[in-house]
Structure formats: C-alpha cells, structure tokens
C-alpha cells in the first residue's frame, strides 16, 4: 500500500512558477513509475508528467519544455516544477503510482494509488 500526499499548489500569475510536491508512505516507494495529473473543470483528467523507478521521464506536449518532475528515492517525493505557468495550466493537480515501476502509460487505470490533489490557478 503506497499513501500519497501532495502539496505546493496556490494561485500563481501568467508566466511564474510553482514547485508541487507529492511525499509517499507505505510501500517501497523506489520501484514505483511515479506521474502528475491533472483535471480542470469540465474536462478530463490529463497526464501532465512521468518519471519511472529509473528516472525516465515523459511529458504532455502542452508542458513540454516547462515543467519538469524529479524524484528523490531517499525521501520518498516526487516533485513537479512548473515554470511560465499559463491561465489554462489551472487545475487540480494529482499525484499517482504504478507498481510497474518502469513503464510510461497515459492510461489512468495502470495507476494504482492516487492523492487527493491540490488546487493550482494561474490567473492573467
């Protein structure tokens, strides 16, 4: 069993950034794929980054080249840092784990473990 607990969301301005956090407890962290999420009002829930028990790394398209995860095994939290947020960025943001450890998977259901999430808004 793998609890999740994210945090670091708030409102931020266009074109500023936010550092999410997601701390792990439970299970052996290190051999989970490890993924942010997203959901705005409205639309579906969207995977926003991943990063494998290996430190592979994949990304939507719409925060390619701006958010960037990172993982520390030892202290059990995978980060997401945000940068040149835009208003379309606000959502609610969701930590999640796959015990296949080394896969990439845009498919919520190889998610086995989520977080409550927490709100990030981005205003103009």
């Known amino acids: 069993q793998v609890q999740l607990v994210e945090s670091g969301g708030g409102l931020a301005q266009a074109g500023g950034s936010l550092t999410l956090s997601c701390a792990a407890s439970g299970s052996i962290f290190s051999i989970h794929a490890m993924a942010w999420w997203r959901q705005a009002p409205g639309k579906p829930r969207e995977r926003v980054a991943q990063?494998?028990?290996?430190?592979?790394?994949s990304y939507a398209n719409s925060v390619k080249d701006r958010f960037t995860v990172t993982r520390d095994n030892a202290n059990n939290t995978v980060f997401l840092q945000m940068n040149s947020l835009k208003p379309e960025d606000t959502a609610v943001y969701y930590c999640?784990?796959?015990?296949?450890?080394?896969?990439?998977?845009?498919?919520?259901?190889?998610?086995?473990?989520w977080g409550q999430g927490t709100q990030v808004t981005v205003s103009s």
């Open positions: 999640a784990a796959d015990r296949a450890g080394d896969r990439i998977t845009i498919a919520t259901k190889h998610y086995d473990y």
């Open positions: 990063i494998t028990w290996s430190g592979g790394t």
